[in-house]
Each structure stands twice: as structure tokens, then as C-alpha cells.
């Protein structure tokens, strides 16, 4: 049922009233009965629209009000949680996000044994490609920073930092060749 319900017109009762004509007997013989009609208003389409929405307006904000109470209502159990757990456990431990840094790496020219390429080995001489300049060297020679402890017949071993690097002599592309069908069938 709803609290507040569609105003409806209804006659009021009729309501008797004693009229007493001399007040200094209450003989019922002088007491006279009178009825009287009480007066009804009736209310305009607009006066009961204007009832109906202060009715609804009235209703919304009893309503919010309930809503804010019980958000406060809540707030404040949380804080009381929050207040008996750190009394009771201590200060909750709320990791705070650390910063991450970037850094970004120092940009440095490749060293020599990345610049290095053996090209060809001869005898005990090899002839090493250092950015684009054809160098021959031999055993126990120093390429700027690297020493040279091995030459093999398709291998040059390089020391850089007390580190032993290989590096293989570069292979040249392989051709293979095809014999054409038309050259096959000349040939027989």
C-alpha cells in the first residue's frame, strides 16, 4: 500500500450539533437538536496535479535523504573498521607504487671484434677488413685493443680483455652451376 495515496472526493458525515436556547437548565425539553451540513471543497484538475507532484517532489527527497544517510551511515563504519584494525594489527600495509626510471643505455661505437671480418688467410699472414680498410696481420699483432693468438687455415683467434673471440673467414657466395636442356640436347 502506498503511503501516500490518490486524494479521493467523498461526502463528509453530517454531524449533529445541540443548540442550547437557555443555559441555565439542561432539561432535555430545551435542548434542541440541529443538524448541520458540513461544507466540502472540491479541488480543481490543477490544484490535484499540484498536490501530486508536491506529493511526488516530498517523496524524492524523503528518499534522498534516507540514501545520504545510509552513505554516511557507511562511511563511518568504515572508518571505525579501519580505526579498530590499526589498533588492533597496526598501520595496513598499503605498498605505494614505486617509481620505474628509464635508462636509457650509453650509445657506444661497436668494438673491434664486431668491426672485424677475416676476408682471406694465406700462408700465416691474415687479411682482416676493419670498416672497409683491408689490414694483413700476423700472430701477436695488436688491432687496437684486440691481440692476435691464432691463425689457422680458416680461423683468426682474437684477445680483447683477457675474453678469446673467433672470428671465420667470410665465405664467398656459392655459384652453382646449371646445364641448360637445350645445351643437353645438343650435346647428344
Do not use: C, H
Amino acid at each position: 500500500m502506498d503511503m501516500f495515496s490518490k486524494p479521493t472526493t467523498r461526502t463528509a458525515p453530517v454531524t449533529p450539533k445541540a443548540v442550547v436556547s437557555n443555559t441555565s437548565s439542561f432539561a432535555p425539553e430545551s435542548i434542541e437538536v440541529k443538524t448541520v451540513q458540513p461544507i466540502i471543497l472540491e479541488l480543481s484538475d490543477n490544484a490535484n496535479t499540484l498536490l501530486n507532484a508536491l506529493d511526488s517532489t516530498y517523496l524524492s527527497t524523503v528518499n534522498t535523504q534516507a540514501s545520504e544517510a545510509k552513505i554516511k551511515e557507511l562511511e563511518k563504519q568504515k572508518q571505525l573498521d579501519d580505526l579498530v584494525f590499526e589498533l588492533t594489527y597496526g598501520e595496513r600495509d598499503n605498498p605505494k607504487p614505486e617509481k620505474n626510471y628509464y635508462v636509457q643505455p650509453v650509445k657506444t661505437a661497436p668494438s673491434i671484434i664486431d668491426r672485424l671480418q677475416v676476408n682471406s688467410i694465406i700462408n700465416d699472414t691474415a687479411f682482416i677488413d676493419v670498416s672497409g680498410q683491408v689490414i694483413p696481420v700476423k700472430k701477436g699483432d695488436n688491432v687496437e685493443d684486440a691481440k692476435i693468438t691464432r691463425i689457422t687455415k680458416n680461423t683468426v683467434v682474437l684477445t680483447r680483455n683477457n675474453q678469446s673471440f673467433t672470428k671465420y673467414i667470410k665465405a664467398a657466395p656459392i655459384k652453382v652451376a646449371i646445364k641448360k636442356e637445350s645445351e643437353d640436347v645438343r650435346s647428344q
